[in-house]
Nanobody, 130 residues
Framework: QVQLVESGGGLVQSGGSLRLACTAS????????RGWFRQVPGQEREREGV??????????YFKDSVKARFTISKDNGNDTVYLEMNNLKPEDTGTYYC?????????????????????WGKGSLVAVSS
């Protein structure tokens, strides 16, 4: 069974940086898109797409509020995807889940949403204090 394991979360002050890592237990996910999804405390039914990367072409997709601050990248050699988060804000607080699956295609564009994701990690908590 394929597993995704996140690491790198923690507590940081506003303006600080963190890097999350997501390692897959199998290279069979190399053809999938991979993404990071955030779940906010008190909104357990919602997992919003923060950033995704398409392994087939390297294209990246970001939530508007993080575009200038977050970077997503992949290391094919160790089946790991990274989320570099800079200039963190209190509203970035949440549990960040790594996922693998497919981007949502609609009206000629790809979107980073939870609906196409098949495999999920257990989550890593990011807390940003003001």
């Amino acid at each position: 069974q394929v597993q995704l394991v996140e690491s790198g979360g923690g507590l940081v002050q506003s303006g600080g940086s963190l890097r999350l890592a997501c390692t897959a237990s199998s290279s069979s996910l190399d053809s999938y898109a991979r993404g990071w999804f955030r779940q906010v405390p008190g909104q357990e039914r919602e997992r919003e797409g923060v950033a995704c990367i398409d392994f087939s072409d390297g294209n990246t997709y970001f939530k508007d509020s993080v575009k200038a601050r977050f970077t997503i990248s992949k290391d094919n050699g160790n089946d790991t995807v990274y989320l570099e988060m800079n200039n963190l804000k209190p509203e970035d607080t949440g549990t960040y889940y790594c996922a693998a699956g497919a981007l949502q295609y609609y009206d000629g564009n790809n979107y980073c949403t939870k609906w196409g994701m098949v495999y999920w990690g257990k989550g890593s908590l990011v807390a940003v204090s003001s």
